[in-house]
């Protein structure tokens, strides 16, 4: 550890209070130049609040930030770009058409004369990727290139800028096991080789552990405590986290005994957005009180895969049959009515109505009930009301009240909402994807005693996660997908997860080899 | 009530402020009165029975195109052809009304609001049905079937449907006397129709914020493929939403039609259907709020009648106070933003010491 008289980034007092929610009470937080400082905490803590800050994009009620021992006057992201401080967001922020170079040097583009030297920022591009060995191409086009990729050109944008306080959003949230160590791998570099300061914020244990020097804990808005890496562990941090114990431990369960599947798709084959087969002749069956996981990497079909099932999306060929009902074609409403609810992977634009509040989004498909309205036609709104009240405290939902429209709500409690309305519709079959993404470790537990409950009604659940603990832990039964098939089907009670993973990866003859 | 309505209902009286102050500005500087102009203009507008009448019309005629435009929009279609509906609605009716001119008015009148309600419909299905099958932009296809319709009825009125009475340049044959609706106040525009109005008014803004319909039509509207997802039916929604927009502007067409003409004229619109939709547009097609704002555009245009013929000033000055009021309301989130960050500003400031504050 060296020894620095001034830190790097201090940030004194800071108060954050936005209308109706105190997002950061008296933080102060000195970051030291040179380390990886990961900040950790549930949804709504605040971390993200506070790294705003420092980047500008809020000023905070009360408080202020010293930059290399410099008070910060104007809270601009212009201004903490002066200030070599660089923001790569959760959701990136580049254009799509372009290439990598462009969104890398747009603003501050190379001219010659009146023109854009396209061939200058190419260079410049490639000289910065050649010196801190990222795997970028500055010739391709965003839209064509991995998640993983894109996230390195934000990075390159960033240092690019002259940043060398790099603060990295939740990195590794739409990351794959190896592009998250592979992220590791750079972050390191540009540590080593531009002495830079990274700031991670994160609610992955595991990755505190393997990548940060040191780490913050925040909990509803404050900061519990700031320790060296090496002197805590996940267990630690977890309990400072949520402030009490978090035990995962595994749940205790009996096979079920159903022989009836409920569930049954038959050699579907789907295709995607672009028209290309993403599901290929894949066949699974789902009995009732059984947990059927779905492991793959992400963009191996899953996807569709759900989509069919619950009617969203248009079947090629093949056969779907929910309690022995043909739905093949059938619209999502329909699918609906025989007792199927769906928590899809993108809660944003599918699963939610961002302007509606929390009572719209937690009563839709259930507002013709005799319990919401006279006839199923007459509103009641006050039981509508009433209910998403009882709803909201079954379901821990925080972030203002139950009129607040859930686009203002943390991932978190949007994630909340939408499983509250899912599993509170009586249904027999649920097809669940991504359940806990960006979801905190609270949350998360939440969300897995849900899922176990819904299995001991007899519940016959299809459960699609890009997380392999998170499938180790609900599964009965687990398949691998890869490129719109099924590759294997494990027990995971006695399957090693490597071996899992490499039929994820298509390699599932090396494991059958050794 | 939320913080947003709040911030929103203070805006909405800050602009509507502004624009008078800008109006009384404008006056002063052309060499009147703006105390005078304005009081003429309060008189024009209730100073009398007559005044009165043609207000609460004008206000009756803002409201319905105005619940029309919302109720599309809840949908989430945005129908700038209610003109065009207008049109054919009251074409449609006007030709069964004159078809059975010398039957009883009881058979004769519901079956003309009927076919100006299929009319209106019909021409609004047609956008809403290539939007949903098609995603073809609606506000394109409505704008161009606004210019079809008139041109349309034009040639009818003129052509096939043109009346055979000596003197008539232009327009269908004219309504049996008994199928009008009366005025209320003599020399006013107030009919009987206002009462319909009133009803049909209060049974939509009902669908829309009571009702399970409307329900699933404002979340069709917000987030369509949410909808589906949920097990609504999404397309039908956004077209039920467009059918009724469009039967609504139909029966209008048959009221003024019916009301104030004698017969199908080709001129019958001043593009009233744009005014109302403005007035939704400005209060976020909130039906309450398009109703209390119909009253005060209303007030506004029939005072400035008054207004031009006995003080001199321009009634083209009210178009101006509205375009103030647009302006203001459409810049809102801009300006409350940059109000906040100035605040901000002189707090960081503060903050410092307040050196250069």
Request: aromatic share 8%; glycine share 10%; charged share 20%.
């Amino acid at each position: 550890m060296s020894q620095e008289v001034t830190p790097v980034v201090s940030m004194r007092h800071i108060t954050m209070q936005f209308p109706g929610v105190l997002a950061n009470d008296d933080v102060s937080l000195d970051i030291r130049k040179g380390e990886i400082f990961a900040l950790v905490g549930e949804n709504g803590a605040g971390k993200s609040t506070l790294m705003n800050i420092l980047y500008g994009m809020y000023t905070p009620t009360d408080g202020e930030v010293l930059v290399r021992g410099e008070r910060l006057f104007r809270f601009d992201p212009n201004e903490a770009i002066r200030h070599g401080i660089g923001m790569v967001h959760q959701h990136f922020m580049l254009v799509p058409s372009f290439t990598v170079a462009q969104n890398i040097v747009l603003n501050t583009e190379p001219r010659r004369g009146l023109f854009y030297d396209f061939r200058r920022a190419n260079q410049i591009v490639e000289e910065l990727v050649q010196e801190y060995g990222l795997a970028v191409r500055p010739t391709d086009t965003v839209r064509d290139i991995s998640v993983g990729l894109q996230q390195r050109v934000e990075i390159l944008k960033a240092l690019y800028r002259g940043a060398d306080i790099l603060i990295l959003d939740e990195p590794t949230a739409v990351l794959t096991p190896q592009e998250t160590d592979e992220l590791f791998d750079v972050i390191r570099s540009i540590v080593r080789i531009r002495q830079m300061t990274v700031i991670i914020i994160t609610h992955k244990l595991n990755e505190v552990m393997a990548i940060s020097d040191r780490v913050g804990v925040m909990r509803q808005g404050k900061l519990i405590g700031v320790c060296q890496t090496c002197d805590v562990n996940e267990r630690i941090l977890a309990s400072m986290m949520v402030g009490k114990d978090v035990l995962m431990e595994p749940f205790i369960r009996e096979k079920t005994k159903a022989t009836e599947p409920a569930l049954v798709v038959e050699n579907l084959s789907v295709l995607d957005n672009r028209g290309l087969p993403a599901v290929r002749g894949l066949s699974l069956k789902v009995f009732p009180g059984e947990i059927l996981g779905i492991a793959g990497i992400e963009g191996n079909g899953q996807s569709e895969l759900a989509e069919a099932v619950t009617g969203m999306r248009h079947v090629q060929s093949g056969q779907i049959r929910i309690l022995n009902r043909d739905v093949t074609g059938m619209d999502p409403a329909q699918i609906r009515a025989l007792g199927v609810s769906h928590v899809p992977e993108d809660r944003i634009q599918t699963g939610l109505s961002g302007k509606s509040d929390i009572v719209d989004n937690l009563v839709v498909g259930r507002e013709k009930e005799p319990q919401f309205s006279i006839r199923g036609f007459h509103l009641k709104k006050k039981r509508m009301k009433e209910y998403a009240e009882e709803l909201s405290a079954n379901f821990d939902i925080r972030g203002g009240g139950i009129h607040t429209p859930t686009q203002s709500l943390s991932g978190g409690n949007m994630q909340k909402v939408l499983v509250a309305r899912e599993f509170s519709s009586g249904s027999r079959v649920m097809i669940i994807s991504q359940p806990s993404r960006g979801v905190d470790v609270g949350a998360m537990d939440f969300i897995h005693r849900q899922i176990m409950e819904k299995r001991s009604e007899g519940c016959a659940i299809l459960l699609i996660s890009a997380d392999l603990d998170e499938l180790y832990r609900l599964s009965d039964r687990l398949c691998t997908i890869y490129e719109g098939s099924i590759t294997g089907e494990f027990d995971p009670s006695v399957t090693e997860k490597r071996e899992v993973g490499l039929y994820m990866t298509g390699r599932g003859e090396e494991a059958g080899h050794e | 009530m939320s913080d947003a309505r709040k911030k929103y209902l203070l805006s909405l009286f800050s602009s509507i402020l502004m624009a008078l102050v800008i109006g009384a500005v404008i006056m002063a500087v052309s060499g009147h009165n703006p105390l005078e102009g304005y009081a003429v203009l309060i008189t024009g507008a209730f100073g009398s029975e007559r005044s009165i009448g043609n207000t609460l019309y004008k206000t009756a005629q803002l409201c319905i195109t105005g619940i029309a435009t919302a109720v599309a929009s809840q949908g989430g279609i945005f129908n700038v052809g209610g003109e065009g509906q207008m049109y054919l609605g009251a074409i449609a009716s006007c030709w069964l009304g004159a078809a059975l001119n010398g039957t009883s008015p009881w058979l004769a009148i519901p079956l003309c609001l009927l076919a100006a309600i299929l009319a209106g419909a019909l021409y609004a299905w047609i956008p809403a049905i290539l939007k949903i099958k098609l995603n073809i932009s609606e506000v394109i296809t409505t704008i161009l079937m606004n210019s079809i319709a008139i041109y349309f009825c034009t040639y009818l009125a003129n052509g096939p449907l043109k009346t055979t009475e000596k003197g008539i340049v232009s327009g269908t044959a004219s309504l049996d006397r008994a199928f009008r609706f009366s005025r209320l106040i003599k020399g006013s525009n107030l009919t009987q129709t206002v009462f319909m109005i009133a009803v049909v008014t209060l049974l939509v803004w009902y669908l829309m914020s009571r009702t399970t319909t409307g329900f699933g039509m404002k979340l069709t509207g917000e987030n369509s493929r949410f909808a589906r997802y949920a097990g609504l039916n999404a397309g039908m929604l956004g077209i039920l939403g467009m059918l009724i927009s469009g039967a609504m502007c139909g029966m209008l067409g048959m009221f003024e039609c019916f009301g104030l003409q004698t017969r199908f004229k080709t001129d019958f619109s001043n593009e009233f259907y744009f005014d109302g939709m403005l007035v939704a547009m400005i209060m976020q097609y909130r039906p309450l709020g398009i109703i209390l704002m119909s009253f005060f555009f209303g007030a506004l245009k029939i005072g400035a009648v008054s207004m031009q013929s006995q003080t001199g000033i321009s009634s083209e000055l009210i178009l101006i106070i509205q375009s103030v009021i647009i302006f203001f309301m459409a810049a809102q989130e801009g300006l409350l933003a940059s109000l906040g960050r100035h605040s901000s500003a002189r707090r960081a400031n503060r903050m410092r010491g307040g050196v250069k504050s």
